[in-house]
């Protein structure tokens, strides 16, 4: 390297290209998490998101709403409201009609893991969790009617009052085959509906006459 130092530069020579760092606008978003937001936001949140599934169930319209982010709030607090509502009903059992919350909770919850199965072996393309979402959050209108149907029951329970809650309850297991259907529906196979529509009409049909046949003790 000797023979540089006699090398001289007479003029600048210009550098080409572009040798600063671009800098983007940044937002304080970008490091934002869930993790470092207060709790009051998080479960405010999700109770937006759990309210705007039971808008969708009430009105239900084919759409991937339920679909794209599933939970399992909804079907939890449906699931506990049933059962408590139709716990101490005057069924088999002779004490305080405990045993009706966790019939309830097997026949809800069983009852959608085997749909979500039926529905995984006919060649569905909805995964496991957002089955059980819909068929969680599609027993809103059941609940409804459970809670109508004490109401009535308040007023006594003579053939009026069966001719009423047979309307309710009937109605509202229409709306919720309907409404889970209408979700359902798509992710499955054309010439394999029927068989994926018929175990969700049974598993509403099982509660619906549970709410229906329930008197108080």
Not at 53 to 64: C, N
Not at 161 to 184: N, Y
Request: aromatic share 12%; hydrophobic share 50%; with cysteine.
């Amino acid at each position: 390297f000797s023979g540089l130092a006699d090398v001289s530069i007479t003029e600048d020579i210009p550098v080409e290209g572009e040798i600063t760092v671009p800098v983007g606008s940044h937002s304080p978003d970008e490091d934002f998490s869930t993790l470092d937001e207060p709790v009051r936001d998080t479960i405010m949140r999700d109770l937006k998101a759990v309210g705007k599934k039971f808008v969708h169930v009430m009105y239900p319209k084919k759409s991937s709403a339920l679909l794209r982010d599933w939970d399992l709030w909804g079907p939890l607090v449906l699931c506990v409201s049933l059962a408590l509502m139709l716990q101490g009903g005057s069924a088999d059992s002779k004490d305080d009609g405990g045993p009706q919350f966790a019939e309830v909770f097997v026949i809800i919850w069983f009852g959608a893991v085997v749909i979500t199965l039926n529905s995984k072996l006919l060649g569905g393309t909805i995964s496991f969790f957002q089955s059980l979402c819909v068929l969680g959050y599609c027993v809103l209108p059941l609940t409804v009617a459970m809670l109508v149907c004490r109401l009535v029951l308040l007023a006594g329970s003579g053939t009026v009052s069966f001719v009423i809650r047979l309307i309710v309850v009937v109605a509202m297991f229409g709306w919720s085959t309907l409404a889970s259907t209408a979700f359902l529906a798509d992710s499955q196979p054309p010439n394999r509906k029927a068989l994926v529509v018929y175990p969700i009409f049974l598993f509403y049909f099982v509660i619906s006459w549970m709410i229906l046949t329930f008197t108080p003790q």
